[in-house]
């Protein structure tokens, strides 16, 4: 069928990928997503008025794998805030990491040796309560768009960085065209190796790996690694393995990292579920983090030792390759801080 052309013979505006449609309908009114959840907004620990400092991102589709009626489905805990997110708790941070201390200049992050963190984007697909960067100021931070020759001469006179981080947010929140003439960018600066995407796009978003990311991805000469961020095995359904497929028959690596969260994944069974469903989707799991001590968050925190505890039980049921390493990232340290769990002591 021949389509009509469009009024006063004006070029149609080429249709916007599905996932930046799929974007456009996330869940964003609270109400909205009560009502599809069929909850009852006067449901003691969910706190609606939090929403106003950090507002609600849901896309339906990750909406779509919560129970309906549950008030404390895993995944919805992610994404609404509970009473306690008000609390003001000691030793907790608004730079729960130390980001800012290490800002080599705006939208570039050096932390460790040999590699960088290039923040390219604030915005998510969703917002997700415990983000130890939900308070970072991406306004100042950002290497927008104008800024991206200064910070690709930045990696490119610094002979020691082999690995750029593509960060943000969620650097999939940006459009292919701009991804793919920043991969471009730094494919072409001679001593980078790899490329590492960190991302939640492909978990709360399938749609994202659609044929134009697989296209800049095809061209770039970087070896590319994908670090996914699920919590849980019920956020990885059908859609997002189908969607993980082409980055795994590209040969990309795919990797996870999950943060350990109270009410959401803090027992051994749900672990293990995680790390099978995962490696059904060909993603190994990679850390299992405490969680960054960000303010708001602190209702998530565990003790250490009940996720020692955790790791111990893990090792009993799972083979070794789907054994998370345990981490902390602590400001200042030279590396993620691994957490030993072999040898601590069983609790009480
Ligand atoms: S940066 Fe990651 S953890 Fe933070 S809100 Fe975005 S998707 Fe969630």
């Known amino acids: 069928m021949i389509p009509s052309p469009p009024p006063n013979n004006q070029p149609a505006e080429p249709r916007a990928p599905a996932w930046q449609r799929a974007l456009r309908e996330a869940f964003s009114r609270p109400r909205d997503l009560l009502d599809y959840l069929q909850l009852d907004p006067a449901t003691p620990h969910l706190a609606s008025a939090l929403l106003r400092d950090f507002p609600l991102r849901v896309p339906r589709g990750y909406a779509a794998r919560m129970r309906k009626g549950d008030a404390r489905d895993p995944l919805l805990l992610q994404v609404w805030p509970q ?5 003001e708790t000691p ?24 590699r960088v963190l290039l923040v390219a984007t604030g915005a998510c697909a969703v917002h997700c309560r415990y983000c130890f960067r939900r308070h970072f100021p991406y ?29 943000g947010g ?3 929140s ?31 978003l399938p749609e994202r790996i659609d044929g134009r990311l697989l296209a800049w991805l095809d061209r770039t000469r970087l070896q590319t690694v994908f670090v996914l961020h699920a919590n849980h095995a019920s956020e990885l359904d059908d859609a997002v393995r189908a969607a993980l497929a082409p980055l795994r028959q590209r040969g990309i690596a795919l990797l996870n990292q999950s943060v350990l969260l109270a009410g959401v994944n803090d027992d051994a069974d749900t672990l293990a579920a995680l790390s099978e469903r ?5 993603v190994l799991p990679y850390y299992l983090h405490l969680l960054d001590r960000v303010q708001g968050a602190a209702h998530f925190d565990l003790p250490v030792q009940r996720a020692q ?14 054994l998370p390493r345990l981490v902390r990232e602590i400001a200042g340290r030279p590396s993620k801080t691994w957490i030993d769990w072999e040898r601590s002591a069983p609790s009480p």
């Open 170 to 172: 969620d650097p999939l």
């Open 309 to 322: 505890e955790l790791m111990r039980v893990l090792s009993s049921r799972l083979p070794g390759y789907l």
């Open 139 to 167: 306004a100042e931070q950002l290497a927008a768009r104008g800024q991206w020759s200064a910070v690709l001469d930045e990696i490119a006179g610094d002979a020691s960085i082999e690995e750029v981080i593509l960060s």
């Open 91 to 114: 030793g907790y941070a608004i730079d729960a990491v130390g980001d800012l201390h290490r800002v080599r200049r705006d939208g570039l992050i050096h932390k460790y040796r040999g």
């Open 174 to 204: 940006l459009s292919d065209e701009r991804l793919g003439e920043l991969v471009e960018a730094l494919g072409a600066i001679p001593q980078l190796k790899r490329l590492r995407v960190h991302t939640r796009q492909p978990i709360v």
């Open 278 to 282: 995962l490696f059904a989707c060909g």
């Open 83 to 87: 009473t306690r997110e008000a609390d």
